[in-house]
């Protein structure tokens, strides 16, 4: 199975940008569904946007929309979550994972649609 990397996390201050990214070892991770999961200690992941196989079509949930954006690059094999005007609550660690299943414009909104998970890179936002 491929293995999925991220990257871009750090430590940064409320109101600031950060993109993270998303590197794949194989060949499928362009012909799958992408997502990014967020996970705190103690609460329920939370999967915040997603991207299909054709781009076409994404997913962000409320608690992002209109501030993250997620796309991909085909020729190196990596999606990207650009995440602005960052607020303490945006803290997490920041999982990428592909959805194998999905036809071309399908994006999986439930967690449990991802099969192959990154181990996360992590983001602190400081007030």
């Known amino acids: 199975q491929e293995q999925l990397v991220e990257s871009g996390g750090g430590l940064v201050q409320a109101g600031d940008s950060l993109r993270l990214s998303c590197a794949a070892s194989g060949s499928r991770f362009s012909t799958s569904a992408v997502g990014w999961i967020r996970q705190n200690p103690g609460k329920e992941r939370e999967l915040i946007a997603g991207i299909s196989w054709s781009s076409v079509r994404t997913y962000y949930a409320d608690s992002v929309k209109d501030r993250f954006s997620i796309s991909r690059d085909y020729v190196k094999n990596m999606v990207y979550l650009q995440m602005n005007d960052l607020k303490p609550e945006d803290t997490a660690v920041y999982l990428c994972?592909?959805?194998?299943?999905?036809?071309?414009?399908?994006?999986?909104?439930?967690?449990?649609?991802?099969?192959?998970w990154g181990q996360g890179t992590e983001v602190i936002v400081s007030s």
């Open positions: 994972a592909a959805d194998y299943a999905g036809d071309y414009h399908y994006v999986a909104t439930s967690i449990d649609e991802y099969d192959n």
